[in-house]
Structures are given as structure tokens and as C-alpha cells.
């Protein structure tokens, strides 16, 4: 994803026609608008993963273990 940034601001430079931009900007919105989606779903996931984790396998704050 890097490269594809570099690359499209690189090929933002060459003076395109108001089209290119508009299409591009379309796609640049969209790409955000995915990765903002993504990232709460993949954060609802985590948090949902963690509270139904077994609480036996839980560790305590402290990062210390319990013993048995």
C-alpha cells in the first residue's frame, strides 16, 4: 500500500486532466471509507474475542501467573 500512495502522488504531479482527479479522489475516499469500516470491525471482533475468552486462561494485570 505504501508503493500504490507514493506512486499515485507521483502520478497526481503530471498535470492530468480534471477527470483523472476526480476518479482518483473517488478512490482514495473509498480506500479510507474500507479502512475505517475494517479497523471497527476488527476492533468489535478483538473485544469480543477477549470477553469471551475462558476466565481460567486470563492472567491478572499484573501480568504475574496464579498458581494452581
Known amino acids: 500500500m505504501v508503493f500504490e500512495w507514493i506512486n499515485l502522488g507521483f502520478n497526481l504531479q503530471d498535470g492530468h486532466d480534471t477527470g483523472f482527479y476526480v476518479v482518483h479522489g473517488i478512490l482514495i ?3 479510507i471509507v474500507l479502512a475505517i469500516v ?3 470491525i476488527g476492533v468489535r471482533g478483538l473485544r469480543t474475542a477477549r470477553s469471551s475468552w475462558p476466565r481460567a486462561a486470563r492472567r491478572p494485570a499484573d501480568g504475574s501467573r496464579r498458581s494452581r
Open 29 to 31: 475516499a473509498v480506500n
Open 38 to 40: 475494517l479497523a471497527v
